[in-house]
Each structure stands twice: as C-alpha cells, then as structure tokens.
C-alpha cells in the first residue's frame, strides 16, 4: 500500500507537466501547435494513469466487514439529520442501533470523501431498489423517495477527530450529492472495461434485484 501511495502522489502531480511542456517548448520553437498536441498526449495518459491506480487504491481499501450495513432513516432523523463518524487509534467509526462500522482508511489519500461516499451510496440503492433501475444509475444524480417520507431534505456526515469537527453534505434537497469527488470515488471499482471481468458500457446496463454494498463490489469483477 505504501508502494501504491508514493506512485499516486506522484502522479497526481503529473498533469501539471504536460503545461510545463506546451510552455517551454512553445518558447524554444517558436510555434504552438506543435506542443500543444505533444502536451495534450501527455496529459492524456497521465490523466489515464492516475485514474488506473486511484480506481486499484480504492478497490484495496475495501471492507468486506461494512457490507452488510442497513442504513437506518429514522435514526438519521432523530439525529437531525447528521451521521456522526470518530476517529480513534487511526480508525473511523460510525455506531447505529443496528451495527458498528470501522473504516481503516490510514494509507487512503481521502478518507473522509471516502467514508462520504460509501453513506451517499446507500440512499442510491434504496431508489434503485424501489424502481429497479439498472447500475448506470448509481452514478446519477436524482430523487430519493424515501428521503421525503422522512424529511430528510438534507444529510451530512460529521467526521469527529481529535479537537476538529467537519461536515461533508452527502444529501441536498432530498438528491445524494453523487458529483465531484464522491463520483470519482463511486465510479472508481467500475473503472475497467471490456474483459470477463471487466466493468464495460453493457455492465452498466445489468438489472440485479436488491443492490447492496456487497453485490456493488462482488459486480465491478
């Protein structure tokens, strides 16, 4: 894991070379065209690359333990809407009526976006549920019915660690917030494609009765 963490570091500095290139070489020959092709190839691959190894670094950070996990609304209700998560010992924990949950997220680059995202997920799969919709879906923004019967307009999770305290909104006007940096993160196991075990644009399409954690992975192959 150490090995994975020093190469994406390393890469994540990458896409800023391929500007550094365009730049220098644009005032040594005189010409644009040139190094801007030569710096989009670039940055194209080290864009594919970092993609690659973060999609590897997330799927290693999974935890079989955390995939029977039922998310309760009426306990996020009587909390006002929070989910309250602790760090201790270098570990996350997150307590409900129904389980504990511990996240080992020590050599992950973003563990609380991380911890965000696998929350998030869990409202999705109760709409996909609800409508059996396919997985595309799950990399969708939309409505999560049984948010309103709850009144759960809006859903953070609140990272306590040490003296500090932050929230990250995973919930906005009843929709999971899947954008930005938690969709990186949704997408990340299904990243591959073509193969037998590959995640394709036709796995995207696969209709599985009752999505959970556990069929979420067992399907990125």
């Known amino acids: 894991m150490k090995k994975i963490l ?5 890469l994540f500095i990458f896409p800023i070379i391929p500007f550094i290139i365009i730049v220098l070489l644009a005032c040594l020959t005189n010409d644009i065209m040139y190094p801007v092709i030569f710096g989009t190839i670039v940055g194209i ?6 993609y690659i190894v973060f999609a590897i670094w997330t799927r290693r950070t999974h935890n079989v333990e955390n995939d029977d ?10 909390n006002s809407g929070f989910m309250d998560v602790y760090f201790d010992n270098n570990i996350w924990r997150l307590q409900t009526q129904e389980c504990k949950l511990i996240f080992d ?9 991380y911890i965000a995202t696998y929350f998030m997920r869990q409202f999705l799969f109760i709409q996909m549920n609800k409508q059996h919709l396919v997985l595309y ?3 969708k923004k939309y409505t999560v019915e049984a948010l309103k019967q709850y009144n759960l307009r809006n ?10 305290l932050k929230e990250i909104q995973i919930v906005k006007n009843f929709i999971p917030t899947n954008s930005g940096i938690k969709h990186i993160i949704n ?35």
């Open 6 to 10: 020093k190469i994406s570091l390393f």
């Open 69 to 78: 996990f039922c998310i309760n609304l009426q306990e996020i209700n009587n």
């Open 137 to 139: 879906y799950l990399f």
């Open 105 to 113: 997220l020590k050599d992950y680059p973003l563990p609380k976006s």
């Open 45 to 50: 691959i080290f864009f594919v690359a970092d």
């Open 155 to 164: 859903v953070f999770v609140r990272f306590h660690y040490g003296n500090k």
């Open 187 to 221: 997408r990340a196991p299904y990243y591959w494609a073509g193969g037998t075990n590959g995640a394709g644009p036709g796995k995207l399409y696969d209709r599985i009765k009752n999505w959970d954690e556990k069929k979420y992975w067992q399907h990125s192959g």
